[in-house]
């Protein structure tokens, strides 16, 4: 069965630091990747998708992830962090042998200093 | 498109009343699931429908929790009776697998259910 890590729950940086979030996936063959954000109060929203070709992949406001299979993590990366990006962010995986089921991550909730 | 659409935001209710989720999805999508959020128990998958007929419903809690969706644009999810630990936030989400193998979700802004 698939399953998804994100080993830390909290992470807090400061303003303009860098960001990288944690995401470690199970799963039998070539996963699809996904890492969502929830702001508070609103669903969630997708940040970005891997599920094939360049295993580094660009999304929206700024983020960027790397597939690793070696070491199955998918993990989240921005080189300046906004106030703005504070919400909760959570990573997925799913795939051809998955049916059509995402697993998701506990969530890592980030919050950021001024 | 408006995105997937859930409605009531806010439901405050007591204990044995029936609860009425609403949710409205993306023309088009084939898919749709609802979920059930809580601080405890994170992201929990309740049941998913393909092209309107229930696929999964192994997530439901209990009997008291069901599930319809009478045609492509609009589901329900009930509880009847009840309880406060079904106090969470409830999100319909949709997908359009068969033009995006990918299975991407799209989530609505979510139902959040408060039971006194």
Redesign the interface.
Known sequence: AQSVTQPDIHITVSEGASLELRCNYSYGATP?L?W?VQSP??????LL?Y?SGDTLVQGIKGFEAEFKRSQSSFNLRKPSVHWSDAAEY?CAV???N?G???T?G??TRLMVKP | DAG?IQSPRHEVTEMGQEVTLRCKPISGHD?LFWYRQTMMR??E?LI?F?NNVP??DSGMPEDRFSAKMPNASFSTLKIQPSEPRDSAVY?C?S?W?TGD??????????SRLTVL
């Open positions: 699809y996904f969502y109060g609103q669903g969630l929203q997708l998708k599920f959570f799913g795939g051809p998955a059509n089921m995402l998701f506990g969530g | 997937v898919y994170g992201l998958l998913y393909n696929i999964d999100f989400a997908m697998r193998a990918t299975g991407e979700l799209f989530f609505g802004e979510g």
